[in-house]
Nanobody, 125 residues
């Protein structure tokens, strides 16, 4: 089992930037794709980005493409989500999670487990 802890959330004005960090411990981190997800009050959970196990490919939701960048450092067991040009609609609780199956990448949150506790991102207009 892998344990994930998110950090880096906060309050920022529209147009600003934040970098979220997902720190992992436990099972072989470098074998698993890691996803970033978000959920705003009253809305369904949304897949934001998924980084493949070796970092060679990242999927982005259309709503964040060109503004968010996710990367990973397997030597540090860490995944990052750099968020630029933030908008009020980006306000949500952001989570990271690990793919259930090694060497696989999907965008369906049901295929992920080991969810972190989440970090709040609030973007003011």
């Amino acid at each position: 089992q892998v344990q994930l802890v998110e950090s880096g959330g906060g309050l920022v004005q529209a147009g600003g930037s934040l970098r979220l960090t997902c720190a992992a411990s436990g099972r072989t981190f470098s074998s698993y794709s890691i996803g970033w997800f978000r959920q705003a009050p009253g809305k369904e959970r949304e897949t934001v980005a998924v980084v493949i196990w070796n970092g060679a490919y990242t999927y982005y939701a259309e709503s964040v493409k060109g503004r968010f960048t996710s990367s990973r450092d397997n030597a540090k067991n860490t995944v990052y989500l750099q968020m630029n040009s933030l908008k009020p609609e980006d306000t949500a609780l952001y989570y990271c999670a690990a793919q259930k199956t090694p060497y696989r990448i999907t965008m369906d949150s049901d295929d992920f487990d080991s969810w972190g506790q989440g970090t709040q991102v609030t973007v003011s207009s």
